[in-house]
């Protein structure tokens, strides 16, 4: 059975500290990883899909990296904005669903 | 482009009723997925259509149904509730495999 492991749960930083938040997984066939961002009482935002150990994506102060057991989201000099839950979810060869991890909730501090 | 669409924003319901929760996908997206968020977890998958046909289904009782309509749009009906099934429902749009778009969730609280 697939299964994601977010760590850690929660996470509390300075502004402009910069840190890095852990997805293990295992799954039979990765056909993708995700990364989403989750507001208090609101839907996951798409951020980011990384497909093959090595692959890298970036977008503004994040920046995610996959290898065949575990992904990263970097998050370099974060501003409070940057405070939300971070999702990530794996997607097997094949198959519809999404199997989530319970996410990181981050919190940075001004 | 609007993005997916999810109504009720919110629904308050009593133990034993039945509740109807409705999406509307991305335009052009023909995948319509079903998740449950309890608080403090990530999203559970429940169910997905394509083409108007179930092609996935999550470890959820029979009292959870679905359906997809011509135009792309669902529904996700829940009958004879119970306390636990108080949560938030999302909604997510695909073009088929791959990423997925969720839409803003129904909150459904059970008294």
């Known amino acids: 059975e697939d299964q994601v492991t977010q760590s850690p749960e929660a996470l509390r930083l300075q502004e402009g500290e910069s840190s890095s938040l852990n997805c293990s997984y295992t799954v039979s066939g990765l056909r993708g990883l995700f990364w989403y961002r989750q507001d208090p009482g609101k839907g996951p935002e798409f951020l980011f899909t990384l497909y093959s150990a090595g692959e890298e994506k970036e977008k503004e102060r994040l920046k995610a990296t996959l290898t065949k057991k575990e992904s990263f989201l970097h998050i370099t000099a974060p501003k409070p904005e940057d405070s939300a839950t971070y999702l990530c979810a794996v997607q097997g060869k094949g198959a519809q669903k999404l199997v989530f991890g319970q996410g990181t909730r981050l919190t940075i501090n001004p | 482009d609007a993005g997916v669409t999810q109504s009720p924003t919110h629904l308050i319901k009593t133990r034993g009723q039945h509740v109807t929760l409705r999406c509307s996908p991305i335009?052009?997206?023909?995948?319509v997925s079903w998740y449950q968020q309890v608080l403090g977890q990530g999203p559970q998958f429940i169910f997905q259509y394509y083409e108007k046909e179930e092609r996935g289904r999550g470890n959820f009782p029979d009292r959870f149904s679905a359906r997809q309509f011509p135009n792309y749009s669902s529904e996700l009906n829940v009958n004879a509730l119970l306390l636990g099934d108080s949560a938030l429902y999302l909604c997510?749009?695909?073009?088929?495999?791959?990423?997925?778009?969720f839409g803003p969730g129904t909150r459904l609280t059970v008294l």
């Open positions: 335009s052009g997206h023909k995948s």
């Open positions: 997510a749009s695909s073009l088929g495999l791959g990423e997925q778009f």
